[in-house]
């Protein structure tokens, strides 16, 4: 079975750091484009970033909210997705989803986590 | 960045109904939209890529289609399980965005 399995949410003080990390199982990790996605309780989805395959050479792409202050990494040995959010805000609060970017759907999110959620409050 | 501005923002609809949900692009995105339901407490779910190529296992109910900058998702008949949040994402180029979401709730 194809799966997505989010961990590392909780609660965190502004200016506060969390690492989320997301196991990936049924599928060869190694081929895909990986996204984060989150979503504020009762509120739209936003795209956070990607970060591309080897063969793309783990090039990155992040939403301007979170540039500078997120990063995306991979470990294509351990079939896990990684997300380092240091300068946390109040405003990034959210449920955070692990996405994986269909090979065969020009990229569309074809397959996503339960999502974790990141409290960020003092 | 592009904008994708979704309409209706809500639609209160009844099994068997057509229902219709449009997307607007600020630029032309050449059919790179996607557009996913969301149930609530769940994840979303891929409908339609590619503005208007039916995921697999996807019900043939949905269509996509598109007409210069505005694109839509069709339900011919609406069916107890339809009524969610319904989500278009244009992946033409970055940031990837998200339109603001058409929620379907049952008249």
């Known amino acids: 079975e194809v799966q997505l399995v989010e961990s590392g949410g909780g609660l965190v003080q502004p200016g506060g750091s969390l690492r989320l990390s997301c196991a990936a199982s049924g599928f060869t990790f190694s081929d895909y484009y990986m996204d984060w996605v989150r979503q504020v309780p009762g509120k739209g989805l936003e795209w956070v970033g990607r970060?591309?395959?080897?063969?793309?050479?783990?090039?990155?792409e992040y939403d301007a909210s979170v540039k500078g202050r997120f990063t995306i990494s991979r470990d294509d040995s351990e079939n896990s997705l990684y997300l380092q959010m240091n300068s946390l805000r109040t405003e990034d609060t959210a449920v955070y989803y692990c996405?994986?970017?269909?090979?065969?759907?020009?990229?569309?999110?074809?397959?996503w986590g339960q999502g974790t959620t990141v409290t960020v409050s003092s | 960045d592009i904008q994708l501005t979704q309409s209706p923002s809500f639609l209160s609809a009844s099994v068997g109904d057509r229902v219709t949900v449009t997307c607007r692009a600020s630029?032309?995105?050449?059919?790179?939209l996607a557009w996913y339901q969301q149930k609530p407490g769940k994840a979303p779910k891929l409908l339609i890529y590619?503005?208007?190529t039916l995921q697999t296992g996807v019900p043939s109910r949905f269509s996509g289609s598109e007409s210069g900058t505005e694109l839509t998702l069709t339900i011919s008949s609406l069916q107890p399980e339809d009524f969610a949040t319904y989500y278009c994402?244009?992946?033409?180029?970055?940031?990837?965005?998200f339109g603001g979401g058409t929620k379907v709730e049952i008249k």
């Open positions: 590619d503005a208007s």
């Open positions: 994402q244009q992946l033409y180029s970055y940031p990837l965005t």
């Open positions: 996405v994986r970017a269909g090979l065969t759907t020009k990229y569309a999110l074809d397959v």
């Open positions: 970060i591309r395959n080897q063969a793309y050479i783990y090039t990155k």
């Open positions: 630029q032309g995105i050449s059919s790179s």
